[in-house]
């Protein structure tokens, strides 16, 4: 079988779409790179296809509208956010995570600032030691911006079963996400009860975070919520007032030209 090369963005694509975060920053909106693509990510690995006019203002509340006034403007941002969705759903592509159960297909746009990265900033100064102490470990965000999606489209994300092994599954297959989202005295106590031998790496966390999204994926696939029926109206009978209110009886009026 011949390996398909993992779907990614060109670096003039995710220019463009920092450009928007950057935007839509200087116009309130709380949001970066690696937050917007942790929000998109749920919303793909998720139970159903979210359209842009539900997910726009829940992400960027109305700051994308103020940001982004003129036609132009707009296309070109919808243009950048598309090329990362795109990307994210061939990612997730559910015939390709079937094929290849054991590959990792996701790669989520996490900020680099490893403990390298820390010091070097410490020593140029370009942060105190306090600012630096604070900066969220990698991958901190782009879980933020995964479950903030999850808050705002609660109905798509329901409480785990925990008494079924599939309730189990699911919650497991969450808990790998929110990880990456603990404090540090929280995430030692879920190591400790998930990992009792070993103590994993934050890029091993971070892996083990993009199984579970192609996990949660494929659950999806196989618990979609089922549509409600559409019930049709009852049919009035002949005799009966004609539901339009004209006052004549329904075969005299709509229901003329009714088959009998």
Known sequence: ????????NTEAELDALDDVCERLAGFGADVSLEWVDGFMTALIAGPRVVPPSEWLPAMFGDAFGRAFADPEDVQRAMG???ARWNVVARQLDPEALYEEPDRLRLAPLIGEIDEEARARLAAEGAMSEEEIAQLPPPGAVWAEGFLEAMRAFPGDWPDADDS???GRFYDDCLMGVIALHLGDADL????RARYPTKTPSRDELIDEACFCVQDLRLYWIDHAPRPQPIRAAPKPGRNDPCPCGSGKKYKKCCGAAAPH
């Open 1 to 8: 079988m011949v390996t398909k090369p993992v779907p990614h």
């Open 80 to 82: 950048a956010l598309m």
């Open 164 to 166: 079924t092994d599939e």
């Open 188 to 191: 030692a106590d879920d190591l």
